[in-house]
């Protein structure tokens, strides 16, 4: 083992720069896929049957096929299409930034819409019917009851959903992005010391994911207050 | 020209079921030695399994990858050397993909198989040992058959996250249904045709799966009787 080598200035900075990179795409696709899941959630679970379906076709066929495909797919595979590369959307369609977070969010939404779906599903009916009984319409019952509801109840699978992300975001690599993953890439390849220069990867990744495990449990022990074992006084 | 792409990508295909259900037989074997290791009475074994699983799902599987398949190299050559043998082990991109995605998974495999171990009623163990029988017959005869059914439901899941993460192992070079059709989507100039092609053949073995594993569920859960919530 040879970390001498590796403790330079310039490789710090490459390095630090990845993990800039790599908090960046996964707070921008988080953030993105937690809006659009949702939404698609209540849709999922909605009264009219082919829009449960619709919604439902779209996960499957996400959760089916693996995010590098899906990467490609955005990056290499929408130049093919003559409209495409002339309309305006090029610009950013040729932006590998844009393409990474634009995959990594519709990855995410796949998997959350059906993590928030599958809680709304279990909700004790008894809560719902309540609701209905004060009078309260379907958007106030949702705003105030069933959403609350099943966003606190999903939050343990949400936070292994998030830390799958983190572990995502290194698929950018592959479409030239610099992140974390990417930069220790380099530096093997610049100091020819592949253990040691990945190795430090994936400390800084693990330090992360034990970070997003502590703030989740904090977020469990704070939202799901009412779960916790209660003191006998 | 179609069949020429179509044949080349159903190639790659081939490798890609070989990947991964060589590293499913790999991790099933890890997770099922480190669950029966897990919830063993040596402390040491616990302590192991647990910073085993800690690490893994603490680095990306891409990370893991390359670390293993550039880094493995050395490290084995370096061991030979210091060892004294004048052999050279060559690491090709088959080997370290199946090794590193085996390792890998069967941290996931373990924690579904210790859930589905402690889910097993204790006194059918004790029952066993009371019969006379051995620790491994105990084992083979009756907490496997028991814990199947509490270990199925984790274990597809692991199955499908494992046959996506093989595409993978087109990123250090093996010849798989993703690194093809980059490769025929470069040559015909039509990425966005052959991805999806691959995108097909992916969503063919989750849909596969799923169906063959809900029977395999239904016969390990013949004599279950299910309550009146449903």
Redesign the interface.
Known sequence: MNFEALLTPETFSLYLDGLWMTIKLLLACVFAGFLFSVPLAVSRNSRIWIIGKTVWAFTYVVRGTPLLLQMYLIYYGLSQFETVRNSFAWTALSEPMFCAVAALTINTVGYTTEIFAGAIRSLPYGEIEAANAYGMSRWTNLRRIILPSALRTSLPTYSNEVIMMLHATSLVSTITLLDLTGAANRIYSTYYLPFEAFMLAAVVYMMLTYLLVRCFRYAEWRYLAHQRPQEVK | MFQGYAGHILRGFATTLEIALLSLFIATLIGLVCALMATSENRFLREFTRIYA??I????????M??LF??GQ??INNFLEWLDLSMQLELNQFTAGVITLGFIYGAYFMETFRGALLAVPRGQVEAGRAFGMTTFKVNTRILFPQMVRFALPGFTNNW?VLS?????V??IGLQDV?YR??EA?AGS?????W??F??LL??LI??ISLYLLRRVERKYSAGVRYGSHV
């Open positions: 800690v690490v799902r603490g680095i990306p599987d891409l990370l893991l390359l670390m550039y880094g050395i490290a499908l996506k993460a093989t595409a993978l087109s990123v993703m059709a980059k989507g100039r039509q990425p966005f045709t991805l999806l691959a995108g992916y969503l989750t849909s």
